[in-house]
């Protein structure tokens, strides 16, 4: 497994931006596919991005499509939420999340596919 720090949460009012990064220590984090998971209060964690290893394809839930947009990059060993247009309804805990890609198209799409995730950051939507 390896070990994630998630920063950037904060409380912001609705149609404002915030933009979240993760932070890796891991030598071999290029190696994996990364992706972001939210969870509100009382309800099931929920995916909401993930990324190829190379960065070059990405995946969103529909609730954030359009919305959102992940990134990372390699030699940082970081990876990036961009939120914009944000809704009372995006307030969660954020995680960041890593699985070991097993061939270089895999980026993960499911919430029980992701086995590393750090203890996330309070992202606070107000109307």
């Known amino acids: 497994q390896v070990q994630l720090v998630e920063s950037g949460g904060g409380l912001v009012q609705a149609g404002d931006s915030l933009r979240l990064s993760c932070t890796s220590s891991?030598?071999?984090?290029?190696?994996?596919?990364m992706g972001w998971l939210r969870q509100a209060p009382g309800k099931e964690r929920e995916f909401v991005a993930s990324i190829r290893w190379s960065g070059d394809s990405s995946y969103y839930s529909d609730s954030v499509k359009g919305r959102f947009t992940i990134s990372r990059d390699n030699a940082k060993k970081m990876v990036y939420l961009q939120m914009n247009s944000l809704k009372p309804e995006d307030t969660a805990v954020y995680y960041c999340a890593a699985i070991l890609a097993p061939n270089s198209d895999y980026m993960g799409t499911r919430v029980n596919e992701f086995d590393s995730w750090g203890r996330g950051t309070q992202v606070t939507v107000s109307s």
């Open positions: 891991d030598s071999t984090f290029s190696m994996y596919a």
